[in-house]
C-alpha cells in the first residue's frame, strides 16, 4: 500500500523539522518509511489549502497521513498499524471524541464533555526538550466523530469515491473538526489508533487568543445546526 506523509513549515529546510527527523530516524531501525514525504516549506499557506493541493496532485497514494511538522513520530509500526486501521476507518488520528455538541469555546475535546467518557486515543507532549508526558484520552482503537488534526491519514480510495478534502474555510484552528464533520456528512468512518507520537506544542494558550477567536466565530455559524 503507498503511502505519503505530507505536512506544512515555517521552516525553508524540511530537515530541520521534528517530523522529518523523525521519520530519517525511524528508516535507520525498521522497513516502515512512508514512499513519498511532501513538506510544504516556508508555507505562509493555512494547512487546508496545503493539504488539499497535495490530495488534487496524488493520483497514486492509498494512504495520505497530514501531520503537524513538530511532531516526533516514534513508532516504527505506525505505517502498519495504519493499513490495519484503515481495513475499518477512512479517516485515523491518534486522538478524538464522541457526541460533540457545537458551543464555545470550540476545541475538539471541550465539544466532546472534556476530559471523560467521550474521549478516545493518546498522544505525547514535550514537556521541554528532553521529557515527554503521553495524555491518554481514553481507549483505542475506537470509532470517534472528530479527530485531532495533529496527526490525520486518509484513505485515498475513500476521498476520491465522495470528493472529500479539507475545509479551506480555515487556516489552522478548527480546519481539523470542520473537516471532520464534513467526513461524517459524507458518511465517512473516522477512528483512532494507538499510534505513539510527540507533539513540541502547548496547544492554545489562551481563549482570548484574536485568531482563534474569529475562527471559532465562523465555525459556530457554520456548524451550529449540526
Known amino acids: 500500500m503507498k503511502t505519503a506523509v505530507i ?11 521534528l517530523l522529518v527527523k523523525s521519520l530519517d530516524r525511524i528508516k535507520k531501525y525498521v522497513n516502515v518509511s512512508p514512499d513519498y514525504v511532501r513538506v510544504f516549506t516556508s508555507n505562509k499557506e493555512g494547512l487546508s489549502t496545503c493539504y488539499n493541493k497535495a490530495i488534487a496532485e496524488d493520483t ?3 494512504l495520505m497521513i497530514f501531520v503537524h511538522d513538530d511532531v516526533f513520530i516514534d513508532d516504527g509500526m505506525f ?20 457526541n460533540p455538541v457545537i458551543k464555545a469555546p470550540a476545541l475538539w475535546h471541550l465539544m466532546c464533555g472534556g476530559f471523560g467518557p467521550n474521549l478516545r486515543g493518546a498522544a505525547g507532549h514535550y514537556l521541554n ?7 491518554n484520552f481514553g481507549y483505542t482503537p475506537a470509532r470517534v466523530a472528530i479527530l485531532d488534526g495533529v496527526f490525520l ?6 476521498v476520491r469515491k465522495t470528493n472529500w478534502k479539507f475545509n479551506e474555510n480555515y487556516k489552522f484552528h478548527h480546519y481539523d473538526i470542520a473537516s471532520c464533520l464534513d467526513a461524517n456528512k459524507l458518511k465517512l468512518k473516522l477512528g483512532v489508533a494507538p499510534i505513539y507520537i510527540n507533539h513540541m506544542s502547548p496547544g492554545l494558550k489562551s481563549f482570548d487568543d484574536t485568531s ?3 475562527s471559532q466565530s465562523i465555525f459556530l455559524n457554520e456548524y451550529n445546526s449540526y
Do not use: N, P, R
Not at 491519514?153 to 475513500?158: A, G, I, L, Y
Open 153 to 158: 491519514s486518509v484513505k485515498m480510495e475513500s
Open 212 to 214: 482563534f477567536l474569529e
Open 129 to 135: 526538550e528532553e521529557l515527554t508526558a503521553i495524555t
Open 7 to 17: 505536512s506544512c513549515s515555517k521552516e525553508t529546510d524540511s530537515s530541520k523539522t
Open 60 to 62: 497514486s497514494s492509498d
Open 79 to 98: 505505517i502498519s498499524k495504519l493499513i490495519e486501521a484503515h481495513q475499518t476507518y477512512d479517516i485515523v488520528g491518534v486522538a478524538g471524541g464522541v
